[in-house]
């Protein structure tokens, strides 16, 4: 009775095939897709992770830009990739929580990725073209007020966090602001400098440079607590609209159905990695806070950005191409 319960036992071992997988992953390199270009705060992102994912694992990482349609076509990508811990990414809130809610995509976050884990915040900061005679919060709303749908604000395109952004703003102080996409983020600050348009949420590190050398004039940012890359810019909070808080975030997730021994594994190695020192510099430096959590955890935190996201679309009217 005992041999045959033995020998059952591994026979079910056998013909799992997660175990097997699981025992020795990773055997090979990992692609980590980054669904952007090269060089945004997304990819810097990956890039210093990756690294570090790679000495532990003691296994290449090679990173593979995907950029497109705001971070959707890597996310795809990744969507329909093999289910064998080999292929993951480290997307977006924009691919992963509103664009969805925005556009005909190919898959559908919760159904067709597996999370793994939160990896990093980054305030969204609202600056003001030089010109604009508005040196606060309160100076730019009573400004937009005193000259309803005259005011632009710019974004890295539409469905993209910054947009939602400036929607969320609209509808919370009442004012008339006018949406205008752009292709990323670089032409529109480009277009910010040369005073196109007058307002812009872009993710910190891409404003940092500009604010520093006096081309952008910041208002404030989105995250709870004054960022340590702009500790004299004032919070939203701070700036008198304490339930605005607006930050990009970029999580791992892998295709859906990975083992969940595999991703355990990678949940647990990629945390390892977030709380290197010099990691934790890296992105710092960038504006980042590190983050890490359960896939459990990352896949609720999703499921209440989306909803979100959904609901800021919906109360502003903004037009969708579903």
């Not at 691919?95 to 159904?111: H, N, R």
């Amino acid at each position: 009775m005992r041999r045959s319960g033995m020998l059952l036992l591994g026979l079910a071992l056998l013909l799992s095939p997660s175990v097997g997988l699981a025992e020795d992953f990773p055997s090979k390199p990992i692609r980590l897709i980054v669904p952007f270009p090269a060089g945004g705060p997304n990819d810097i992102i990956a890039r210093v992770v990756g690294q570090r994912l790679s000495e532990l694992f003691k296994q290449t990482v090679v990173i593979d830009n995907r950029g497109g349609q705001g971070g959707v076509l890597g996310t795809d990508a990744v969507a329909k990739a093999a289910p064998d811990g080999y292929t993951i990414a480290i997307s977006s809130a924009g691919a992963l929580a509103i664009s969805p809610s925005m556009e005909k995509v190919a898959y559908d976050t919760l159904q067709d990725l597996a999370p793994v884990t939160l990896v990093a915040t980054v305030p969204e900061m609202l600056v003001v073209a030089p010109d604009l005679p508005a040196k606060d919060m309160a100076g730019l709303i009573a400004l937009a007020k005193s000259k309803p749908g005259q005011l632009n604000f710019a974004s890295s395109g539409a469905g993209s966090l910054p947009h939602l952004a400036g929607e969320l703003l609209h509808i919370t102080a009442g004012i008339d602001i006018v949406h205008v996409p752009y292709r990323g983020a670089a032409p529109a600050v480009n277009d910010l400098i040369g005073q196109q348009v007058q307002m812009a949420f872009l993710d910190l590190p891409v404003l940092l440079p500009q604010v520093k050398a006096g081309s952008l004039r910041p208002i404030a940012v989105g995250s709870a607590e004054r960022a340590p890359t702009a500790p004299d810019v004032p919070t939203l909070a701070e700036a008198g609209y304490p339930t605005l808080r607006i930050e990009n975030w970029y999580g791992m997730v892998a295709p859906k159905g990975t083992p969940d021994a595999i991703i355990a594994t990678l949940n647990r190695v990629t945390r390892e990695a977030m709380a290197d020192p010099t990691v934790k510099e890296k992105l710092a430096a960038q504006g980042a806070s590190l983050a890490g959590d359960s896939p459990e955890h990352f896949r609720s935190f999703i499921a209440d950005e989306i909803k979100r996201w959904a609901g800021v679309i919906k109360d502003a009217g903004v037009e969708t191409a579903k």
